[in-house]
């Protein structure tokens, strides 16, 4: 397998992310990892995921921002994987919620507003990538500091 620069690299993975929303997201729970589906969706060159408030991942974010995000990637019958680690941040910008409310393609489903007390918005920013490529045996890392908002 050739090595791809990593420019090459970066835009690769981001192709990937943007097609896939339903990812896993790993938290700690004091010294437990706690991993779930979520729905990651970008906004204004940045990603995020909503909740509900009460959610465990909620508190687990606000006692750890460190976190990990897998995208499972699947291409002709091969499987690989996105592992995206970084940091999750809880926002508590009233027009920040709004503006991302609308991009989430679910939000009307389970929130009555951007402003409804059931709902957090997390931001998402990943410093660092580990990509296998479907169907290949050897995973790349590379920076994805620069693409983060």
């Keep these: ?3 791809t620069s990593e420019s090459a690299l970066q835009q690769e993975i981001m192709a990937w992310i943007s097609q896939n929303q339903y990812v896993y997201l790993a938290t700690v729970d004091k010294k437990q990892p706690r991993v779930r ?6 906004f204004d060159d940045r990603y995020f995921f909503a909740t509900f408030s009460g959610d465990a991942k909620v508190a687990q974010i606000a006692a750890n921002k460190w976190v990990e995000v897998c995208v499972p990637l699947h291409e002709e019958g091969n499987t690989g994987y996105v592992r995206l680690s970084g940091i999750a941040k809880i926002v508590t910008n009233a027009a920040l919620k709004a503006e991302a409310s609308e991009r989430c ?4 489903e389970y929130f009555r507003g951007y402003d409804d007390p059931d709902y957090t918005l997390v931001e998402f920013e990943q ?3 580990e990509y296998l490529r ?7 890392t590379c920076n994805l500091k620069r693409y983060s908002g």
Excluded: I, K
């Design 105 to 108: 393609f679910f939000f009307d």
């Design 134 to 140: 479907p169907g290949e045996r050897t995973s790349q």
């Design 37 to 42: 589906p979520v729905v990651l969706f970008l």
């Design 127 to 129: 410093d660092l990538a």
């Design 1 to 3: 397998m050739a090595r």
